[in-house]
Structures are given as C-alpha cells and as structure tokens.
C-alpha cells in the first residue's frame, strides 16, 4: 500500500511504498508500462494547468499587436488570452525511462514577464503558485492513475491465463 506524507522540511515530498509500485510496473513489459506512466503524468500535468488557468491573469480587451510594414499595410495579430494559451505538452526525455510533459503559455509570451517580473514591472507569479498548491494533490493522482492501469493491466492478464 502507498503511504503519502505531507511536505517535509525543504518541500520534499517523502511517499512510501514506492518500491512495491516500481516492482509492480517492472513485471509489465516496457510498452505497458510507458503507456501507463504517460497517462498518469498526462493526468498529473492537467491538474496543474488547470490550476494555473484558474489563477492566470485575465485581461478582458485580450493582447494584439500591430505592425505596419514599409508599403504601409497593416497587419494585427490577436494572440488570445493568456489562460486561453496555458497548455500542456509532452516533451522528449533526455534520459530513457522517463516521461516528461511541459507546461507552457504557447503564443502568450507576456506569461513570462508576468511570472518573473521585468525591469518596469514587479513580477505577477501565477504558475509557481499553482505548482506549490497543487503539488501534493498531483502525486496523488499519479499513483491513483499508476495503481488503476496496473491493476486493470493485471486483470487482463488473469483472464487472458484463464482462458
């Protein structure tokens, strides 16, 4: 059984009975349990995008931008709403094993200085706190997402013996 415990010193996040989880998905072939991973880290990262739309600064005129070029045409480009442009994306690991997804403001380049702040303007964070808030509840949902697909994985095998 997993154990989950709240944020030790540092903002560690000590879970235990981590070892019977990977034991679990290393009696799966690579194909599953990959498969398996990727959903709940999918899962994982959706909560916390969702958490950072939620808190994502909102500008109801929207952001456009204007250029005109030399001839004199004028061309307007609207990019949308910030939390319109928050999503998530999976990337490609550097090491074999891993599954990695990024959360990213997409066409919103402002996302960034609103997270960080610019000389002239004092940082507006939105997505730090959205991990910080959320950081617990998405381990939970991995390890409830990983302990589903074993178990349903597991269920298919037995029947596939059975038979």
Do not use: C
């Not at 702040?117 to 617990?136: I, L, Q, Y």
């Amino acid at each position: 059984p997993l154990r989950f415990n709240a944020p030790v010193r540092g903002g560690a996040v000590k879970i235990e009975g981590v070892a019977e989880l990977k034991a679990a998905l290393a009696e799966l072939s690579n194909e599953v349990a990959t498969k398996i991973g990727v959903a709940a880290d999918r899962k994982a990262a959706r909560l916390m995008a969702d958490a950072m739309i939620a808190i994502a600064p909102y500008n109801p005129k929207g952001s456009y931008r204007s250029r005109t070029s030399r001839a004199g045409v004028v061309t307007k480009t609207d990019y949308g709403h910030l939390r319109d442009n928050i999503r998530v994306r999976r990337a490609r690991a550097t090491t074999e094993g891993k599954v990695v997804f990024n959360i990213n403001t997409g066409n919103a380049f402002w996302g960034y200085f609103l997270e960080y702040g610019t000389v002239k303007m004092t940082a507006r964070p939105f997505m730090r706190p959205a991990f910080d808030a959320t950081r617990e509840a998405a381990i939970t949902v991995q390890i409830d997402e990983l302990k589903t697909g074993i178990e349903r994985v597991a269920r298919r095998v037995k029947k596939g013996r059975s038979r």
